[in-house]
């Protein structure tokens, strides 16, 4: 039924959307600067925070910009 197909799709929708988050977070904790990049607390932290922030808002897409 349509319901069944519904409930289906957002199951693997929250599946995945579980996935991709844990494998970018992985990614993010194992991240490291490029040598020589030098870049001011404040800038870093208003990065941080918004990254995060995306992060939990379950914008994936937006956290990458």
């Known amino acids: 039924s349509q319901d ?6 957002n199951e693997r929708k929250d599946e995945l ?3 991709v988050a844990r494998r ?3 990614r ?3 991240a490291r600067p ?3 990049a030098v ?3 404040e800038e870093a932290g208003t990065l941080v ?3 995060r922030a995306h ?8 956290a990458l910009d």
């Open 4 to 9: 069944e197909a519904i409930a289906a799709f």
């Open 17 to 19: 959307s579980r996935k």
């Open 24 to 26: 970018f977070l992985e």
């Open 28 to 30: 993010f904790v194992a």
């Open 34 to 36: 490029a040598e020589g």
């Open 39 to 41: 870049v001011g607390e």
């Open 49 to 51: 925070k918004t990254f």
């Open 55 to 62: 992060l939990r808002d379950g914008q994936l897409l937006e």
